[in-house]
């Protein structure tokens, strides 16, 4: 153990920089300095009387323009007066208004039924005030019919044939 300390000790030594290398280096630096010679300084020439003579005032001249190297843009020109155009509204002549649409159809679908013997399916709905069940083709409540039945919908609409709408299946 040691002799371990001792090596590291001697290896250290031997690449620690010395203060003779130092030494030496600034010496090499200071006669590179010597050999360059002495460099003179010399102030530049300042006219001083110049600085208290009196210097030319500036004109007041509203019409100065800093930006001499640019022309005067023309005057501008004169301003005619033409009489306004004013467009005539269009009057499109407005149809007598139709009649109101047709509320949509009050009703739930809320069940099928399909009889396996006919092949038919038998649509359930209700409006909230009674429950009411019927084929394609059926007249529910005396104002709708059912047009057609699918299997998560059904299409309604009113005697006359307007007012067509596709119920979902909404379940209770």
């Given at each position: 153990?040691?002799?371990?300390?001792?090596?590291?000790?001697?290896?250290?030594?031997?690449?620690?920089?010395?203060?003779?290398?130092?030494?030496?280096?600034?010496?090499?630096?200071?006669?590179?300095?010597?050999?360059?010679?002495?460099?003179?300084?010399?102030?530049?020439?300042?006219?001083?009387?110049?600085?208290?003579?009196?210097?030319p005032q500036p004109v007041e001249d509203p019409s100065r323009d800093l930006f001499r190297f640019k022309p005067k843009p023309p005057p501008p020109r004169p301003v005619v007066q033409r009489p306004a155009f004013v467009p005539q509204p269009v009057v499109i002549?407005?149809?007598?208004?139709?009649?109101?649409?047709?509320?949509?159809?009050?009703?739930?679908?809320?069940?099928?039924?399909?009889?396996?013997?006919?092949?038919?399916?038998?649509?359930?709905?209700?409006?909230?005030?009674?429950?009411?069940?019927?084929?394609?083709?059926?007249?529910?409540?005396?104002?709708?019919?059912?047009?057609?039945?699918?299997?998560?919908?059904?299409?309604?609409?009113?005697?006359?044939?307007?007012?067509?709408?596709?119920?979902?299946?909404?379940?209770?």
């Amino acid at each position: 153990m040691a002799l371990l300390v001792v090596a590291a000790g001697a290896g250290a030594y031997q690449f620690w920089p010395s203060t003779q290398a130092a030494t030496a280096r600034a010496a090499v630096r200071a006669a590179a300095r010597q050999t360059q010679g002495p460099t003179s300084v010399t102030a530049p020439d300042v006219h001083l009387s110049a600085l208290r003579e009196d210097r030319p005032q500036p004109v007041e001249d509203p019409s100065r323009d800093l930006f001499r190297f640019k022309p005067k843009p023309p005057p501008p020109r004169p301003v005619v007066q033409r009489p306004a155009f004013v467009p005539q509204p269009v009057v499109i002549p407005s149809a007598p208004p139709g009649p109101p649409p047709l509320p949509p159809i009050a009703m739930r679908f809320i069940g099928l039924v399909e009889e396996q013997d006919r092949a038919q399916k038998i649509a359930i709905l209700t409006d909230g005030r009674g429950i009411y069940q019927g084929r394609e083709g059926d007249i529910i409540e005396g104002r709708y019919r059912i047009v057609r039945i699918g299997v998560e919908s059904v299409e309604m609409a009113y005697l006359d044939g307007r007012g067509r709408q596709t119920i979902r299946l909404s379940g209770s």
